[in-house]
């Protein structure tokens, strides 16, 4: 079973960057798609960026312009740039392989929590 452990979060003021990376325990270049997810203080997981293994990527409407989602396989390893941090952005930050819109491949990893002061 492949482990995901996210790194990279921190506190950071409105309108600063942070780069998220995922770290898996085995490969991932076989992955079609791989995302990044975030949840807020009572709100439901919500799946913010994804990218298949040929590279096109998706983004929700709330970080499209902002964020950026890349792969590098041979390290294993996703990341998300995230540029203009609003407040609203605070979440604990989690990568995940989603199969559909409510499913993943993967086990949780413990996340990466990213607070953003306005």
């Known amino acids: 079973q492949v482990q995901l452990v996210e790194s990279g979060g921190g506190l950071v003021q409105a309108g600063g960057s942070l780069r998220l990376s995922c770290a898996a325990s085995?490969?991932?270049?076989?992955?079609?798609?791989m995302g990044w997810y975030r949840q807020a203080p009572g709100k439901q997981r919500e799946l913010v960026a994804d990218?298949?293994?040929?590279?096109?990527?998706n983004y929700a409407d709330s970080v499209k312009g902002r964020f950026t989602i890349s792969r590098d396989n041979a390290k294993n390893t996703v990341y998300l740039q995230m540029n203009s941090l609003k407040p609203e952005d605070t979440a604990v930050y989690y990568c995940?392989?989603?199969?559909?819109?409510?499913?993943?491949?993967?086990?949780w990893g413990q996340g990466t929590q990213v607070t953003v002061s306005s």
């Open positions: 085995g490969n991932i270049f076989s992955i079609n798609a």
């Open positions: 990218i298949t293994s040929g590279g096109i990527t």
């Open positions: 995940n392989a989603p199969l559909s819109r409510s499913l993943v491949l993967f086990s």
